[in-house]
Nanobody
Framework: QVQLVESGGGLVQAGGSLRLSCAAS?????????MGWFRQAPGKEREFVAT????????YYADSVKGRFTISRDNAKNTVYLQMNSLKPEDTAVYYC????????????????????WGQGTQVTVSS
């Protein structure tokens, strides 16, 4: 079982930056989990944003955020981050952190169905 708690959301102007954090508590080594960020805007389906593999942490991004967002992890702190730069109004959504066991896997997981554990979400609002 993994508990995930997101933080760092808020209101920012277009062109600004935010850094989201997701702290994990687990009976299993955090480094063995693949981690993902998803987002859901009002009236829309949850969509993939970014994922980072189990240690050492290869990354994969949705085209809509590539070059603007960076996912990273600190296994010593059991935390995954999402640095969001050059934010746009269309980035407005609730952002969710997700985890799945992935030790030894070379796959990227970009479907919400592939994740076992979810945080409660944090709101990001980008004003124009």
């Amino acid at each position: 079982q993994v508990q995930l708690v997101e933080s760092g959301g808020g209101l920012v102007q277009a062109g600004g930056s935010l850094r989201l954090s997701c702290a994990a508590s687990s009976g299993r080594a955090f480094s063995t989990y693949a981690m993902g960020w998803f987002r859901q805007a009002p009236g829309k389906e949850r969509e993939f944003v970014a994922t980072i593999s189990w240690s050492p942490g290869s990354t994969y991004y949705a085209d809509s955020v590539k070059g603007r967002f960076t996912i990273s992890r600190d296994n010593a702190k059991n935390t995954v981050y999402l640095q969001m730069n050059s934010l746009k109004p269309e980035d407005t959504a609730v952002y969710y952190c997700a985890a799945r066991p992935a030790y030894g896997s070379t796959n990227y997981y970009y479907s919400a169905l592939q994740y076992n554990y979810w945080g409660q979400g944090t709101q990001v609002t980008v004003s124009s």
